[in-house]
């Protein structure tokens, strides 16, 4: 630290500054008043050089003894450590006051003394608590009256000089005692505002922490929410598989037992019966991977996409074949990140792909990737049925389709998983699409930690 940063930072801690809270005005007056001794301390050597060095040499000693001694006690009330704060700035009023009460003395009014009581009365109002603001005024006009009854005595040493008469010392000085009296009333207004704005900045402060607290605890309370929803979604979804379990294979057994003694309706009511038990199952397996969606029994890998693509392939090659679909994929990169939900989001997206195909054309799938801000933006692409605009956001909903079950049959719960593991991982999903053109749905991955 240099010399000046720790010549500010000692005078600081003398002041004990840290003990005063900073939302405090007089903590503010008080760091004024710091400031003012940190640099009346060099600045006074301006005046006290040029003003001993004339007065020695016009033979006023007693000036030069005034002098230095103020220089001392301002560099007392900044360096001795034992003194109240209190005590400092009374001494350091009291010094001003001194050095313009002998400067109106000893010179008169054609000499500073005049300047320093203005400039006492100043740092009086400053630097104490607004409740002092008028003490200074009236010491000027205590000290005016009181050198007025000097002046009538006639044993001041500048009598010879033209203003030497009362009338004419009060012409000079009522304008002293008239600014005193002024700066006591209108400064203290300004720090009372000031006041005003730092209270009004604490309370807003607490009420922004009341209420940051309250977002935590609500996100907290969510957070348990979630997981209770969560853990209800799983026991319900894998209780419920048992009786549907037997219902299916009731259903079963009355069709084979019973198939040849029903008539058309009865054997349409079956039928009936085991599709919704069919969809049932499949909406209650959806429920179940949904609310499985845990990122942290993960553990990252080396997952090469292209390979990724090929497992997918193999598990839709029924449909890819009966669709005549064509899946295209190259240079797909190796990211260091979790398997098996990428897996999930691509599945996902690939399924739909086939699924929603354009009835007039077989279905063309592309999926490429871009390096972009630090990620790999992954996009899968068709040339289906397409989105309408209005329903970009609404198809990751849970339960949402667009769809009735006759046209494509499904849960409404693909895209919502997908939703969900993008979610967990932090990333991005988001769909582009013109209605009867076909989609590209783009997700985000960030490789966790290296990349290859
Ligand atoms: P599901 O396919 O079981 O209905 P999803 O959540 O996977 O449920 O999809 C929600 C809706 O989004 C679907 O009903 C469908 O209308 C629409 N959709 C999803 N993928 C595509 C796609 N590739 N092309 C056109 N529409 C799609």
Redo the contacts with the bound molecule.
């Keep these: 630290m240099g010399i000046w940063k720790r010549y500010k930072q000692h005078i600081k801690n003398n002041f004990c500054l840290d003990q005063i809270p900073i939302n405090d005005i007089y903590y503010w007056k008080t760091r004024l008043f710091a400031n003012a001794i940190i640099y009346t301390l060099p600045l006074s050597l301006i005046a006290y050089i040029p003003g001993v060095y004339y007065s020695w040499r016009l033979g006023l000693y007693s000036l030069v003894l005034i002098d230095t001694l103020a220089v001392l006690l301002i560099f007392l009330i900044g360096f001795l450590p034992t003194l109240s704060l209190q005590l400092r700035k009374a001494l350091f009023v009291f010094c001003v006051y001194f050095i313009a009460v002998t400067f109106v003395w000893l010179i008169g009014t054609s000499g500073p003394g005049l300047l320093y009581m203005l400039a006492a009365s100043y740092f009086c109002i400053l630097i104490f608590p607004n409740q002092y603001a008028f003490y200074p005024a009236f010491i000027n006009l205590a000290i005016c009256l009181l050198t007025a009854i000097i002046i009538s005595m006639n044993i001041l040493p500048w009598k010879e000089s033209p203003t030497h008469n009362v009338s004419e010392w009060f012409a000079v000085c009522t304008n002293l005692i008239f600014l005193g009296f002024i700066s006591s009333a209108l400064i203290p207004r300004v720090f009372n505002s000031l006041d005003r704005a730092l209270r009004m900045e604490q309370e807003m402060r607490i009420e922004r922490d009341r209420q940051n607290l309250m977002l935590e605890k609500t996100l907290e309370d969510l957070k348990v929410k979630n997981q209770e929803l969560e853990q209800f979604a799983f026991i319900a979804s894998h209780d419920l598989q048992e009786p549907l379990r037997m219902i299916t294979s009731f259903l079963g057994q009355i069709e084979k037992k019973y198939g040849d003694i029903l008539d058309d309706k009865g054997r349409q009511y079956i039928y009936f019966a085991s599709d919704g038990a069919k969809r049932m199952r499949q909406i209650i397996l959806d429920l179940l991977e949904y609310s499985r969606i845990d990122q942290t029994q993960f553990k990252p890998e080396f997952v090469d996409i292209g390979l990724l693509m090929d497992e997918i392939c193999i598990l839709h090659s029924k449909t890819i074949e009966e669709k005549s679909a064509s899946i295209h994929y190259q240079d797909l990169p190796v990211i260091h990140h979790y398997r098996a939900p990428l897996f999930q989001v691509l599945q ?2 690939i399924s ?2 086939l ?2 195909s354009h009835p007039d054309r077989k279905p063309d799938i592309t999926v490429s990737a871009i390096w972009k801000d630090k990620a790999w933006v992954i996009s899968v692409q ?1 040339n ?4 309408e605009h209005a ?1 970009f956001d609404k ?2 909903v849970l339960f ?4 009735s079950k006759h046209e ?1 049959g ?7 998983i997908v939703k969900k593991v993008m979610d967990s991982l932090q990333e991005r999903i988001w769909v582009e ?1 013109e209605n009867g053109q ?2 590209i ?1 783009h997700f985000t991955i960030e490789p966790i930690g290296s990349e290859v």
């Design positions: 996902n997206l739909n792909a699924k929603y068709d289906g049925i397409g989105i329903y198809i990751f949402e389709r667009l769809h494509y499904g849960t409404g719960m693909g895209l919502a699409s076909g989609a749905f």
